[in-house]
């Protein structure tokens, strides 16, 4: 499949006359063309025709970037350097936003492109009617090739292309080979809702290699499950299971946008109990509607594009609320897919909120039971998907998966069901619940419904195993895993809040986002400015840009692990607070009470805080500095001794000071 609309030799290009090269591109071209494109092009082709003349390699124009549902305007391979060039014809300045989105195109290709990975990159950003200025050309500190965003004018761009020619002497590039190099992108969770939410494949924008089962796969063997549930008139139900970052939500909104055929009545919902990710998701999605419709100059309100989303993205509570209307009349959705599943409540929990806020006094269900029953109320069939996490339970009440086997066993015998091979594992708590359906005629298990391999950090897939092991207190494993994690993944330890900022804004390029990430128990971080009170707008957190306080990037607000959960930062700060401490006898479990700390004894809220921990140390996709305060023995709430051991514990394992 071609990722450029025009692609040829510089050579041959010269000899091409610009309406030739022109019409090429819009044949290529999917969307109604604007006579500002068609300017454009026919500028950007004039420009590169003569400056190009004593260059030998290759050009690719309008160069798709999926994960971001957009286009490099022009991608020249010359000698040893992939040029990344984007044209703002017309401009006289340039703008923050025009040199981090050139920035973002660069970081897109050398991450994610694997024949892009060791040569240099340059991106350069043109704005056409720009006064010349002297040009500084110098390479990121990360030693990876790639440079510094250049600015140019039309006039300049053929000497700055010589001097990075010559700044980057390298291992020429073979152009045949890089043009075979896959393209295995790890987008986070917005960027992909984005891409699929616009009609892009799953295959587009995941990787597809041999270390990881695809998600292709995943998603094709739910969706086999839905067919044949159609055509037979069945219900099922399915356990998906994934580490952390594997990719869970993205195969749920995977699903949920592919089956939906307005025409045959088929109708697809991804639910989650997850307030904040369910409203970024909505935010994101209708944001980028209505920028998409703008640039087609077509105008579509916030409003009515909210809507349209609110359609197949919704609170998993709101959902259930909607059914609880008629208990005879089945929702209008056939496929349910719902991400964490194994947050929902328990039965106590859900018959204390029914009779508290629904006034219904004699709830018997558990949320598990109440929803699958919804479902169920199909005369003909119906498909639910549970999206399971591994130690993720963080709230009091929710029931963890074994509850919904549960509920399949009392009430509803004829579902057939099917079962990720890993379920049975500890971190899924199914227990002893999943040798009460061995008996059962209708269960399969199936090896595709389990997702391995973490996709979150696309720099080191054995996060997760590190912080699972931290969590264990196996200190040797997490030594071990160390070694594999540091070359690609850096993790760094610090006792100064200061220099870990200072290390986040220098580790991060183009719209890379960080931010300050801490446990919703800690209570004692206010002498360091962070208030887990103080109320934070997770929207404006994860969406907004870094000309906005409310963003994380200002290193103001900060998210606790109800934040984060199902999102990812790419460079994450974790501010370890007394609530959760290291000891020789083992982790230790605190909450802050009136003024001071108490011990935490319930085992089960001893797991919620654990769990919380383990959430925050998962959030970063490239890296992440941890910060356990020095403490104050002036401040009896605040010792040294609360949080001197903890950092010791992070030594022991090996993490690099700062």
Not at 2 to 21: A, C
Request: proline share 3%; hydrophobic share 40%.
């Amino acid at each position: 499949m071609r990722r450029e609309y025009y692609s040829d030799t510089i050579t041959n290009f010269l000899k091409t006359s610009s309406n030739e090269i022109l019409a090429q591109l819009v044949q290529s071209n999917e969307f109604a063309l604007e006579q500002t494109q068609r300017d454009s092009w026919l500028e950007q082709i004039q420009i590169l025709q003569s400056i190009l003349g004593p260059n030998v390699g290759s050009l690719y124009f309008e160069y798709s970037i999926p994960r971001m549902g957009k286009r490099i305007d022009v991608v020249l391979l010359i000698e040893s350097v992939i040029f990344v060039l984007e044209f703002k014809v017309g401009e006289k300045e340039f703008p923050a936003y025009a040199i981090e989105q050139v920035w973002d195109y660069a970081l897109d290709l050398k991450n994610f492109h694997e024949t892009s990975h060791e040569h240099f990159i340059a991106p350069v950003l043109i704005a056409t009617k720009a006064k010349s200025q002297a040009t500084t050309i110098s390479a990121t500190p990360h030693n990876d090739k790639l440079l510094f965003p250049i600015k140019s004018d039309a006039a300049l761009l053929g000497q700055i292309i010589a001097d990075v020619l010559i700044f980057a002497d390298d291992e020429k590039i073979v152009t045949t080979v890089w043009e075979k190099g896959r393209y295995q992108p790890t987008p986070t969770i917005i960027e992909a809702a984005k891409a699929l939410y616009n009609g892009h494949s799953v295959s587009e924008i995941s990787r597809s290699d041999a270390s990881a089962i695809n998600l292709s796969k995943t998603s094709d063997v739910i969706s086999e499950i839905i067919h044949t549930s159609r055509a037979q008139s069945q219900k099922a139900i399915c356990f998906v299971t994934g580490v952390p970052g594997a990719g869970k939500t993205l195969v749920g909104l995977n699903i949920a946008t592919k089956h939906v055929d307005k025409d045959n009545e088929l109708y697809s919902v991804f639910l989650s109990g997850n307030g904040p990710l369910v409203a970024i998701l909505r935010e994101a999605l209708a944001r980028d509607k209505v920028n998409r419709e703008k640039e087609l100059g077509r105008k579509v309100k916030k409003g009515a594009a909210l809507s349209e989303v609110k359609a197949f993205i919704q609170n998993v509570h709101h959902f259930r609320d909607e059914c609880l209307v008629d208990f005879s009349k089945p929702p209008i959705e056939h496929v349910a897919l719902f991400d964490e599943a194994q947050r929902a409540w328990d039965l106590e929990q859900t018959a204390s909120f029914m009779r508290r806020k629904k006034n219904k006094p004699n709830f018997e269900q558990s949320e598990p039971e109440f929803l699958i029953s919804c479902l169920n109320r199909h005369p003909d069939w119906a498909v639910v998907v549970c999206l399971v996490g591994g130690g993720q339970e963080i709230n009091t009440g929710e029931a963890g998966i074994s509850e919904w086997i549960s509920a399949l066993n009392r009430s509803f015998p004829d579902w057939h069901i099917y079962i990720s091979s890993r379920l049975s594992d500890s971190e899924y708590s199914a227990g002893n619940i999943l040798d009460e359906i061995k008996n059962r005629a209708s269960v399969t298990t199936k090896d595709e419904l389990h997702l391995a391999v973490s996709m979150r950090s696309f720099r080191a897939e054995n996060v997760s195993l590190l912080v699972k092991q931290m969590l264990d207190l196996d200190t040797l494993g997490a030594q071990n895993t160390l070694t594999q994690v540091r070359e690609k993944y850096p993790i760094v330890v610090t006792r100064d809040l200061a220099k870990a900022k200072k290390w986040l804004k220098e580790q991060a390029r183009g719209s890379e986002r960080y931010g300050i990430i801490v446990s919703s128990q800690a209570e004692r971080l206010k002498p360091h400015a962070i208030d887990v009170k103080s109320p934070m707008d997770p929207i404006h957190w994860f969406l907004d840009g870094k000309d906005d306080v409310r963003s994380s990037y200002f290193l103001e607000d900060v998210a606790t692990e109800f934040d984060v959960q199902g999102l990812e930062l790419d460079w994450a700060c974790v501010t370890w607070d007394a609530d959760f401490r290291y000891a020789k006898q083992g982790w230790e479990h605190w909450s802050f009470v009136g003024s001071k700390w108490n011990r935490i004894r319930k085992q089960e809220r001893q797991g919620y805080l654990k769990n919380a921990y383990r959430v925050l140390l998962t959030r970063a996709r490239q890296g992440m500095v941890i910060v356990v305060p020095c403490g104050d023995d002036k401040d009896m709430t605040r010792k040294h001794e609360f949080y001197d051991d903890t950092f010791e514990f992070l030594l022991k394992i090996g993490f690099q000071v700062i």
